[in-house]
């Protein structure tokens, strides 16, 4: 097989690769070689292969071979630094070094130059020799001094950060990860709920089945329930076929659902009965089918309040939430900044086939001040477009795009997401929330609701908690404001009744 892929003939390769069985009659050795073999083969196919690469270290390790471990190890690198993620395959080629020195370490002298080669032809060598040209050293401003990002910042979970709140984030997510439950990822918008619903795909046993990511709120209720459950051919107008829905798709594997908590009553009743028995019929069927399929489910709304205001079902709730993670928000783990703006500043390098941007002290420390209500998705979007404009290598905080001048980290109580009005002379309302959409920390949409529901908040107090007053200052009917209020878990004590 090597001999075959080699000489670039794949497909002789594959056949060879199919002739040999990966069942309990091999050996595990035997099935170790074959994992490592398999996973070249995707990478000579054009794939990235990174699952058959995760098999092939599993399969290695559990026989406690060095040379298939090493093998596995450059093949997984090689594959993550294909996705860009450049830290992770640095763990893994640091991995692979210390393998290919104890390996050469218990070979005869007379060997050694022979058996350096061969471990060379893996392709090692490269490797260290690109992520060499990724290095990035970022001065920690005022900020207390941290081992290199490479050792500290991630782990296998794929999190950035070394705060408290991500140990503890990153210790959760190992724990729950193996356990085949459903799981409610709570955040606010931007700090990184799929990337926690990828790190429990990961570390679970479907890792090698499919993830299938559905954003509920982008989806009508209709066509929400047709791309869940599927269709039948003249379901509806223009259902000129039978599609297969996500849950048919996701079998065996890890279904994501991100803002569950703007999903309807019809289809949260449908979503509670797929839990509870696994089982469901395409739109406009009367076939029921039978899936296999873990649920994460994430939501930046509050879920308490939503079913105490009766908008959204108590039962699904608590089917939701059997094992919950919360994730912190920026502001709460500044020190994690300058290995977050890192991990950015080399994926942007990454993707622009340049050496990475580097943050200068000034620069470093106006990140520290601002507020980000986007969270990580903001600083993202904010260091890949400073990446991108600046001319020189070293970033100054002029060279920082996208921060309002007046958004910094402020004391004392408030709405997380709503940001304080600035002062009359300097910029007015429309720039300032322009200013945030365009910085990629919210959409628009989601812009609408918090100034509404901070709209709401501040009548709701002037008019001390009466509906009918508070509907009058905000030029709206009290029925709607009523049901506003309620939606936005701003009800104190019972929910106010609406007068129809």
Not at 218 to 225: C, D, I, K, S
Not at 343 to 351: D, M, Q, S
Request: net charge neutral.
């Amino acid at each position: 097989m090597r001999a075959a892929l080699l000489d670039g003939d794949v497909a002789r390769a594959g056949q060879m690769l199919s002739e040999v069985p990966d069942g309990e009659e091999v050996s595990p050795r035997t099935r170790a070689e074959r994992a490592a073999f398999e996973a070249e083969w995707e990478r000579a196919r054009g794939h990235d292969g990174l699952p058959a690469a995760r098999r092939a270290l599993e399969r290695a390790e559990a026989v406690a071979d060095r040379e298939l471990q090493f093998r596995a190890e450059v093949l997984l690198a090689t594959a993550l630094l294909h996705r860009g993620d450049v830290l992770t395959a640095r763990r893994h080629v640091e991995r692979a070094a210390s393998l290919r020195a104890t390996i050469l370490g218990a070979v005869p002298d007379a060997l050694r130059v022979g058996f350096g080669a061969q471990l060379e032809r893996t392709g090692i060598a490269q490797l260290e020799a690109r992520l060499e040209t990724y290095a990035a050293p970022v001065v920690a401003a005022g900020l207390s001094p941290r081992p290199s990002i490479a050792a500290t910042a991630l782990e296998p979970t794929g999190l950035v950060g070394d705060s408290a709140a991500m140990r503890e984030l990153r210790r959760r997510i190992q724990r729950v990860a193996p356990q085949d439950v459903t799981v409610l990822i709570q955040g606010e918008s931007g700090t990184g709920k799929e990337r926690v619903a990828e790190a429990l795909h990961r570390g679970s046993r479907r890792r090698d089945g499919p993830l299938v990511k559905v954003n509920c709120a982008a989806l009508a209720e209709g066509v929400l329930l047709s791309e869940l459950f599927g269709h039948e051919r003249g379901a509806f107008t223009g259902a000129d076929r039978r599609r297969r829905g996500r849950f048919e798709i996701a079998d065996g594997g890890t279904i994501f659902l991100d803002e569950i908590g703007d999903v309807s009553p019809a289809t949260q009743a449908a979503l509670l009965r797929v839990l509870q028995e696994r089982s469901f019929e395409r739109v406009g069927g009367n076939e029921t089918l039978r899936v296999d399929v873990r649920v994460l489910t994430a939501t930046n709304r509050d879920l308490d309040a939503m079913v105490a205001a009766r908008t959204f079902r108590e039962d699904l709730f608590f089917r939701l939430s059997s094992l919950t993670i919360k994730l912190p928000p920026l502001r709460e783990r500044r020190d994690d900044l300058p290995a977050l703006a890192a991990w950015f500043l080399e994926r942007a390098a990454v993707e622009s086939g340049t050496r990475p941007r580097r943050l200068t002290t000034a620069a470093l420390r106006r990140l520290t001040e601002h507020g980000w209500p986007g969270n990580v998705r903001e600083l993202e979007n904010v260091l890949r477009a400073s990446s991108l404009l600046a001319e020189t290598e070293d970033l100054s905080p002029e060279d920082l795009q996208g921060l309002p001048e007046l958004t910094r980290v402020t004391a004392g109580p408030s709405h997380p997401s709503i940001p304080s009005p600035p002062p009359a002379s300097s910029v007015n309302e429309v720039d300032l929330v322009y200013r945030r959409i365009r910085a990629g920390g919210v959409a628009l949409f989601d812009m609408r609701r918090e100034i509404e529901r901070g709209c709401i908040a501040q009548a709701l107090e002037e008019s001390g908690g009466n509906i009918t007053r508070a509907a009058t200052l905000l030029g709206m009917k009290r029925p709607r404001l009523s049901q506003l209020v309620r939606e936005y878990g701003l009800a104190k004590g019972s929910a106010p009744e609406d007068n129809h």
